[in-house]
């Protein structure tokens, strides 16, 4: 497992990939939610009233590495993160900035 300090405007978050064979399991969290590559559930952390958005890659077959993340779009949000402001169409750096 690798972490990595992720920069924000107002605060700093970790950023977290997980090799899982031929892919990696990424995600990024602030101390409000977090950001993920498309293997998590969003809709099931809403149930704990966790904002969480997945990520689709703005270019390439998948999310691989932060940077991926962070350049990603949001394809999917719960409704904890869209009460924060997050929308489909934004990228995973964009949405983190409201988590």
């Not at 972490?3 to 990024?28: D, F, M, Q, Y």
């Not at 958005?53 to 703005?58: E, L, M, R, T, W």
């Not at 932060?66 to 995973?92: H, P, Q």
């Amino acid at each position: 497992m690798q972490k990595t300090e992720v920069r924000l405007s107002r605060k700093v978050a970790e950023g977290i990939v997980i090799p899982l064979g031929p892919a990696n399991l990424v995600a990024v969290k602030t101390d409000v939610g977090m950001v993920g590559c498309g293997a998590f559930d969003v809709v099931a952390l809403d149930s704990f009233s966790y904002p969480a958005a997945k990520i689709k890659p703005s270019s390439g077959p998948s999310i691989a590495t932060i940077d991926d993340l962070l350049k990603g779009i949001v394809k999917e949000t719960n409704r904890s993160a869209m009460n924060r402001g997050v929308t489909n169409g934004m990228t995973g750096k964009q949405a983190l900035e409201l988590l």
